[in-house]
């Protein structure tokens, strides 16, 4: 925009509001920066670049972060100097529009995959979870066998944790434990008295 008024932009058929053109350039009142602009159906960043004394804005969809196109609209201000014809600036335009909408399509779509990978994680550990709770409160396990389910569930366990799960008397509890920790199985940490397996 110079003064105003749209002069480049692509793609041809992009409709920028006149209200949305005037607010932009006031907000830059003719400095460097860049202002990103939120309406209720416009979402834009821009730059002023004070030399050319033109703004450059890039419209992006409604939950685009402005913050993530900063790169883009700096290289485009790069390019205004490399191309001062008209002709040869729009093709830069749509080679930079092109390229940054692959890249951040592919971000997109590497997010949303770890996301689900993410979230397809979380539903094993719940399922092992919930697994080693039925393992751990079924009648057929030793005292030994349930210890160690609850270690491999939790970081570490103190005595009194383990003894509220694994229904046994004190005395044999603590000569299990002894046993375990002897045969360098499980490992006791007397700063923080707490139990743990031994990887």
Known sequence: MIGGTVYLKYPEDLEIPENIIQQIQI??????S??????????SVSFYN???????VLVLDKYDEGNDYL???AEFNRELYKYPNEEDL????ERIFQF???VFRTRDEVIAKLSNEVAH???????LEKKFERAINSDHLKVKSRILFLLAMHDDLTFNEIKKQVKTSKRWLE???????????VEYDSTNNTYFLNF
């Not at 004070?50 to 450059?56: H, L, R």
């Not at 729009?90 to 335009?93: E, I, P, R, S």
Request: net charge negative.
């Open 27 to 32: 907000s830059h009142n003719f400095s460097e």
């Open 50 to 56: 004070a030399e050319k004394e033109i703004v450059i």
């Open 100 to 102: 940054s909408l692959n």
């Open 34 to 43: 860049y202002i990103i602009t939120e309406e209720k159906d416009w979402n």
């Open 175 to 185: 000569g299990v434990l002894e046993n375990l920790v002897k045969n360098k199985i």
């Open 90 to 93: 729009k093709v830069q335009l």
């Open 71 to 73: 790169i883009v609209l």
């Open 121 to 127: 994680l979380k539903m094993k550990v719940y399922d």
